[in-house]
């Protein structure tokens, strides 16, 4: 079954860069969402198809995916900013959503 | 506007089973498959299963095939997630999802289900 792995923690500065990244077997070759989950709330969208954003979601987040890792970007980082960020690929061979283990974004 | 309310949360006992329904609104039922996820309390997302509202097409991730079901009632355009034989380690909260292209585009705002003697 196909495995996502990100790393369970990552601190940046405010107005620093934060970089959280996905690996996957040849995750490059798939279209990779990545979601923000603040405590107490539903998971969102921040970022779909790699790269794309939905509407109402700042510039600040972007996503870029190739070879074995994607990753999600997030520039000038805010203190509201600091939530659990999960990626998602679709197991087209399982036929399933599959996540991957989650990252804490904290803000120093 | 697009809506997915849950039920409300529940507590079972060991050995129980639990079922929890979706209510969807804002767009046409059918269009659009339904995954259930849960969230074990300080844990990641686990996805358990979809359906397809259309043809009532299912599918089960092998964690839980046999212990969970999830239907649906066009009529009302409610989606409906079972699980049966409930243990201490199915305390989560569980969500019902809408997915568009292979990614959730909306969720229901969760349902606690506590399993505890």
């Known amino acids: 079954s196909y495995v996502l792995t990100q790393p369970p923690s990552v601190s940046v500065a405010p107005g620093q860069t934060a970089s959280i990244t996905c690996g996957g077997t040849?995750?490059?070759?798939?279209?990779v969402y990545w979601y923000q989950q603040r405590p107490g709330q539903a998971p969102m969208l921040v970022v779909y198809?790699?790269?794309e954003r939905p509407s109402g979601i700042p510039e600040r987040f972007s996503g870029s995916n190739s070879g074995i890792t994607a990753t999600l970007t997030i520039s000038r980082v805010e203190a509201g900013d600091e939530a659990d960020f999960y990626c998602q690929v679709w197991d087209s061979t399982g036929d399933r959503l599959v996540f991957g283990g989650g990252t804490k974004l904290t803000v120093l | 506007q697009v809506q997915l309310v849950q039920s409300g949360a529940e507590v079972k006992k060991p050995g129980a089973s639990v079922k929890v329904s979706c209510k969807a609104s804002g767009y046409t039922f059918t269009g659009y498959y339904i995954h259930w996820v849960r969230q074990a309390p300080g844990q990641g997302l686990e996805w358990m299963a979809w359906i397809s509202p259309n043809n009532d097409d299912t599918s089960y991730a092998q964690n839980f095939q046999g212990r969970v079901t999830v239907t649906r009632d066009t009529s009302i355009s409610t989606a409906y997630m079972e699980l049966r034989r409930l243990t201490s380690d199915d305390t989560a909260v569980y969500y019902c999802?809408?997915?568009?292209?292979?990614?959730?585009?909306?969720w229901g705002q969760g349902t606690l289900v506590t399993v505890s003697s």
């Open positions: 040849n995750i490059g070759s798939k279209s």
């Open positions: 999802a809408r997915v568009g292209y292979n990614h959730i585009d909306y």
């Open positions: 198809d790699d790269r």
